[in-house]
Structure formats: C-alpha cells, structure tokens
C-alpha cells in the first residue's frame, strides 16, 4: 500500500450517531491535514498537525474533533453531525520543507441524515 | 499568502496544448507558485510548482513571468483524462509551523473536447 488511504469511501450517518473516518499514509511524512469540501465549494482547511501535533483549527465546530496518535495515522471523529455536514473529507500529508507539495488521499464521501 | 485569480472556466481540445494562466499580482518573493488539479469527486493531485525560474515534469510545465506576477500551466498534448479543475495557489517558501497550510481557491475547470 502506498500513498495516502482513507476509509471508508463512502459513510452514511445519522444525527445521533458516532463515527470515524481513518487516514493513513505511507510516505514517511510528517505532517497531516484534514480538508472538507461541500458541494460546488473550495476545499476548505480544517486542521493541521505537524509532528503529530495541532497546529491549526480553522474554526471547526467541536463535533468534529481530531486525532493524530502518530505521524502515519489520522482520524476525524464525528458526532451528532448535521446535515449541512455533509460533504467530500479529504486527507491530505506532505514532508515539511521549504516548498512541499501535498499527497491527497481519495476522500470520504459523508452523507448525514 | 497572496491571492491568485483564474478564470472559472476553459476548453481545450484533445490533443492541443492548454494554457491555464493565473494571476498573482500580490505576490511576494518568498512565495512559491504551485498547480494542483483535481479530478471530479477525487483528492487533488500536486502537479508542478516553481519560484521564480520556469519548470518543467512529466505532466506539465510552468512558465513564471518575469515580474512573477501571472504564471501559466502548459499542459502539451491535453487528453481527455486531463479534464479536471485546475488550482493556483502561492504559498510561503518557509520551513513548518503554520506557514504549511495549503489554501485552495475556486480554479479554473477545464474541459477537453474530443
């Protein structure tokens, strides 16, 4: 396996429900993010860590909250989402250096009813 | 990070040269110009980036004006698999912390015709 996976492909969720989305690369990098884009929208930023550690929240609300237990892995956790959450979630990881380029994974679809 | 501007739109066709130009006028010297692309309903993909001299890879080249205040993505021989919104984006040339943040704009989509 290379590169970067996310799992599932595809969620479906209910408002009270709880669930995770995975990420996982295999580049060695050290620096992962998490992006949402909605439809017909621009990818929007939502958090950064390097080192395994959170470097920025671009306001995300508290139902979505984070985890980078070490540099290959990342998660999203959600809980009691809404409908307007439902979007493209992509992970993204890059080797932080003066001009990085970013290595995406395939996203997950979320679908919340 | 400085602000670029593209055009919502653009056709090509199949087997011609696409010129995808971008404008960032605000530019400062510390910051590179990078390409991404993103295929519907997938992650976007890095295509090429350059600071001041043009560059060329496998899948594109990058011509940076002289001034660096516009650049165009050449991709030399587009196929229909190379349909796909195309980003802009000028970033920071500085090592880690919050300046890694990648910021995506709307780009510009480009359709190649058969």
Known sequence: ETGVTQTPR???MGMTNKKSLKCEQHLGHNAMYWYKQSAKKPLEL???YNFKEQTENNSVPSRFSPECPNSSH???HLHTL???DSALYLCASSQISRGES???GSGTRLTVV | DAKTTQPPSMDCAEGRAANLPCNHSTISGNEYVYWYRQIHSQGPQYIIHGLKNNETNEMASLIITEDRKSSTLILPHATLRDTAV???IVRVAKYGGATNKLIFGTGTLLAVQP
Do not use: K
């Open chain 1, 10 to 12: 595809h969620l479906v």
């Open chain 2, 86 to 88: 195309y980003y802009c």
């Open chain 1, 82 to 84: 809404q409908p307007e």
């Open chain 1, 102 to 104: 970013y290595t995406f």
């Open chain 1, 46 to 48: 939502m958090f950064v």
């Open chain 1, 74 to 76: 990342l998660f999203l």
